[in-house]
Structures are given as structure tokens and as C-alpha cells.
Nanobody, 115 residues
Framework: QVQLVESGGGLVQAGGSLRLSCAAS????????MGWYRQAPGKQRELVAV???????NYADSVKGRFTISRDNAKSAVYLQMNSLKPEDTAVYYC?????????WGQGTQVTVSS
């Protein structure tokens, strides 16, 4: 089992920045991919960014150039630096980690961007 604790959400004005953090505990040795997803009201959950244990990353087109995903393998943590935030970035953001056998989700953290 892997447990995830997220932090860093909040309310910010358009153009502002936030940094999300997600710390993993438990069977962390088996974690491969770590990532962030988001779900806005009335919409499906969507991928924001993912990063492999080797450091390769992938982003949704809507956040490229504005968001940066990073991870600290020693701390079993993944981060999402969000810059130039837009009102359409408003959503609940979820951390997800994948092992060879299972996927684990965090509880979600609300990000609200006001115009």
C-alpha cells in the first residue's frame, strides 16, 4: 500500500503562482510514475503532468510552458509548480502514483484562480 498526502492548494489571482506537493509513504520502493491530475466541476478528471522515476516528464497541452513537475526520489515526493495561472485552471488537483501492480490517488487539493 502507498499513502499520499497533498498540500499547497488555495486561492490565487489570475497570473499568480502556486506550488503543490505530494508526499508518499508506505511501499514507496515500488513507485514508478508520479503525476498530477485535475477535475473541474462538471468535467472529467484529466492528466496535468506526469514524471517517471528517471525524470522524464509529460504535460497536457493546456499547461505546457506554465507548469513544471518535479520529484524528489529521496523524499518520495512529487511537486507541481504552477505559474501564470488562469481561471480555467480552477479544479481539484489530485496526486497519483503508479506501481507495477496498482495506482494510488491522493485526497485532492482545491486550486481556485480568480479573474
Amino acid at each position: 500500500q502507498v499513502q499520499l498526502v497533498e498540500s499547497g492548494g488555495g486561492l490565487v489571482q489570475a497570473g499568480g503562482s502556486l506550488r503543490l506537493s505530494c508526499a508518499a509513504s508506505g511501499k514507496i520502493f515500488s513507485i514508478n510514475v508520479m503525476g498530477w491530475y485535475r477535475q473541474a466541476p462538471g468535467k472529467q478528471r484529466e492528466l496535468v503532468a506526469v514524471i517517471t522515476s528517471g525524470g522524464s516528464s509529460n504535460y497536457a497541452d493546456s499547461v505546457k510552458g506554465r507548469f513544471t513537475i518535479s520529484r524528489d526520489n529521496a523524499k518520495s515526493a512529487v511537486y507541481l509548480q504552477m505559474n501564470s495561472l488562469k481561471p480555467e485552471d480552477t479544479a481539484v488537483y489530485y496526486c497519483k502514483v503508479s506501481t507495477p501492480w496498482d495506482d494510488y490517488w491522493g485526497q485532492g487539493t482545491q486550486v481556485t484562480v480568480s479573474s
